[in-house]
């Protein structure tokens, strides 16, 4: 997998691949600050679950930098740095974070990582502190690339020679530090040198599908074909669909499982139709404080998404508009969770509980 | 129900809203010749099963009247009108327009409409042929206002107050001559004084709900919010909706229904989720000829209406695409197709032999 790098750190500065603009222009857009950073995951520069948790670990490394400058120039003389003046620094950046987008579990997981690293450096001299925390954001970021190729061996085990494999949204290199879960699967089954066909859902209302994951695939030269939202179910009607895989942006305790909205209505086609119903995302995606997909918020964004594209109207003026940006997939639809750890068939609450302490 | 015209015929010209630029312009297209009617069926500036019904029958008769021009011009001195030869170039001119598009059975029953009322006109002048063709078409306009007031009428039984009804695509007064099937039968009881709420799809490719549902409800005074055609299973498995309503663009004699794509995920989305999926469509969209969905061809249209928008790019260029224009809802996925003639619950080849002979 050659040339998709959506998170650039350089040491000093956050790189986001702007994935509101691919695939007409392949931008970065150069995150200095927290609040740079914060507008990068409300606005959808940088998106995809994992992809968010580890922007969030680096936003978090930007954030105590600006602390670490403001005391540098005030107060550094009089040796009056304060670590738990520190700590309360990045828990609130890390909350002001964690508040961006609201269903995607990593961004707490990313930010929850960072500070718990932060615990054991009250001895630390500042410079000391930012190295160790930014060698931990690094570290989620290589590990996410090594949990996906993880997912994609298990994965693919499921995917056999000449699937036609359907995949709803990004869960692709560009939804990660840079493998993908979903795509993930799909890639690691390619390079083992099955004949894979993938049927990319084109995902209104951000179009992730057509902009992004057609991109991403084309670029590898895995054959795909864009379809709209609705043209799924004809397809998986029709035979044309040997499984569904999709990510996943937050995982209850009892495996129902949020992703983008859409999800849910391929998990109940896939049902109709026997049609196996994937799920791949890192155990990171796992959220054990809630007992079920009803207690999951689901984010609701800006009607323009809708009603708008790139400025032309696509509705009449002062139409009401639901945009929901998530589902709840309930866990009896999902034949199999794949993770890092393995595959877990038909997810439930007690195959949960055995499965995520395998976690780091 | 005020000021909404799809189709205009004023006697000598057919006029069509535009329905590519509603709602941003209230535009008409004048057809002068069958190729002009050709040319606006085929790129979508009318479209609805009904509405291209109705359409086809008056592009028969500028088709009629430019052979009688020709004629006339040629031959009337001679007295050489031949009934034989202009039965032939209706034909011709009816098939020509049934290429237009595959799909939709209503085309093909508007062209026979006008192609058998020329059977009896053999002993007929030319001008008194093209005053019964016409008066043929406008019975057939007329009809289809009529036939959607009862649907409208039979399908309000089924509707309660404070219901949330579920649409997919525009079967309204912009589908039809001018009242709706599905539409008609939210009008019908919004009519009555119920209160109700309606969840439009927004129908990708072609946007027709966001662009002609979503206008001609607000137009009303309905209340209507837009969504995604993915969140559609997010709300029905929510609660949020208590039935669907759907038009048609051919029914089996099986009861299997063809309409637009996306129109199967619903039905199957209702079906797990136990919510009432109705097809509202005149008997003239029954199509005993074809045993089951199987035998119903299904149109595919051009890639570049998922791959751009007005002309801007939504995917990287080259990108493979499928675009089924239709689906097939197997009957037994039906809880009942409402007709000028009745509500017809779960629809069988036996029921349904019972009632298309009393379609006109």
Same mark, same amino acid.
């Given at each position: 997998?050659?040339?998709? +790098? @959506?998170?650039?750190?350089?040491? *000093?500065?956050?790189?986001? =691949? ?8 392949? $931008? ?9 950073? $914060? ?26 930098? /600006? !602390? ?17 003046? !520190? ?78 494999? =359907? ?6 290199? =560009? ?15 390619? +390079? ?13 209302? !951000? ?87 009803? /207690?999951?918020?689901? #984010? #609701?964004?800006? @009607? ?5 594209? $790139? ?14 940006? !998530? ?11 794949? *993770?890092?750890?393995?595959?877990? +068939?038909? @997810?439930?609450? #007690?195959?949960?509980?055995? =499965?995520? @302490?395998?976690?780091?």
């Amino acid at each position: 997998m050659e040339g998709i +790098y @959506p998170i650039i750190w350089d040491g *000093t500065t956050l790189k986001l =691949l702007d994935q509101r603009v691919l695939p007409e222009e392949e $931008r970065y857009v150069e995150c200095h600050t927290l609040d740079d950073v $914060r507008e990068c995951i409300k606005k959808m520069v940088v998106r995809g679950a994992p992809a968010i948790g580890v922007t969030a670990a680096f936003g978090l490394i930007l954030a105590a930098r /600006e !602390f670490m400058g403001d005391f540098t120039r005030f107060e550094e003389k009089q040796g009056a740095f304060s670590f738990s003046k !520190f700590q309360a620094k990045l828990k609130s950046a890390g909350n002001n974070l964690k508040e961006t987008r609201p269903t995607a579990v990593n961004l707490s997981w990313g930010v929850e990582r960072i500070i718990n690293k932060s615990q054991n450096l009250n001895e630390a001299s500042p410079s000391l502190i930012i190295r160790e925390l930014e060698q931990e954001a690094k570290a989620i970021f290589e590990e996410d690339i090594a949990v996906n190729k993880k997912i994609g061996e298990w994965g693919a085990k499921l995917i056999g020679d000449n699937y036609t494999v =359907l995949t709803h949204c990004n869960a692709g290199a =560009l939804a990660t530090a840079g493998y993908g879960t979903a795509l993930g699967v799909i890639r690691s089954a390619f +390079y083992q040198g099955k004949k894979i066909m993938v049927y990319a859902d084109e995902t209104r209302p !951000f179009l992730q599908g057509s902009r992004l994951t057609a991109w991403e695939l084309q670029k590898e030269g895995i054959p795909v074909s864009l379809i709209v939202d609705g043209a799924a179910g004809y397809h998986i009607h029709k035979g044309d669909v040997n499984c569904i895989i999709v990510g996943a942006d937050r995982i209850a305790a009892n495996g129902d499982v949020a992703n983008k909205i859409g999800t849910y209505s391929l998990a109940v086609l896939a049902k109709e139709n026997n049609v196996p119903f994937y799920v791949a995302a890192p155990l990171s995606t796992v959220d054990m404080s809630v007992n079920s997909g009803k /207690e999951i918020v689901v #984010e #609701e964004r800006d @009607p323009e998404e809708i009603t708008k594209l $790139r400025g032309l109207p696509l509705s009449p003026p002062g139409i009401n508009v639901k945009n929901p940006a !998530f589902d709840i997939t309930p866990a009896y639809l999902v034949t199999a969770l794949i *993770t890092e750890c393995g595959i877990l +068939y038909f @997810p439930n609450e #007690e195959k949960m509980k055995q =499965l995520v @302490p395998k976690r780091r």
